[in-house]
Nanobody
Framework: QVALVESGGGLVQAGASLRLNCAPS????????MGWFRQAPREERKFVAA????????AYADSVKGRFTISRDNAKNTVYLQMNSLKPEDTAVYYC??????????????????WGQGTQVTVSS
């Protein structure tokens, strides 16, 4: 089992920055990749970014490329999502996810077998 705890959400104005943190615990040695997804009201959960735990390969949704950066600190067992130039359309609950097996698809939510509780990000115009 892997438990995930997110932190770092909040209310900011458009153009500001936020950094989300995700700290896995439990069988962290089994993690293959971690990702961030977001869900706005009345919308489905959508892929934001992902990173492999070993090599650090990354993937991003087109909507956040050039603005968001995912990174990990293996020593601290933490994954970060640095969000710059935030827009009102980035407003959502952001979820951290982890999977303990290989999949060639980063953006598919069902391929992740552990999820955090979510943290709210609100961007005002």
């Amino acid at each position: 089992q892997v438990a995930l705890v997110e932190s770092g959400g909040g209310l900011v104005q458009a153009g500001a920055s936020l950094r989300l943190n995700c700290a896995p615990s439990g069988r962290t040695g089994s993690i293959h990749a971690m990702g961030w997804f977001r869900q706005a009201p009345r919308e489905e959960r959508k892929f934001v970014a992902a990173i492999t735990w070993g090599r650090g390969d990354t993937a991003y949704a087109d909507s956040v490329k050039g603005r968001f950066t995912i990174s990990r600190d293996n020593a601290k067992n933490t994954v970060y999502l640095q969000m710059n130039s935030l827009k009102p359309e980035d407003t959502a609950v952001y979820y951290c996810a982890a999977r303990t097996y290989f999949s060639p698809t980063f953006s598919s939510a069902p391929t992740y077998n552990f999820w955090g509780q979510g943290t709210q990000v609100t961007v005002s115009s």
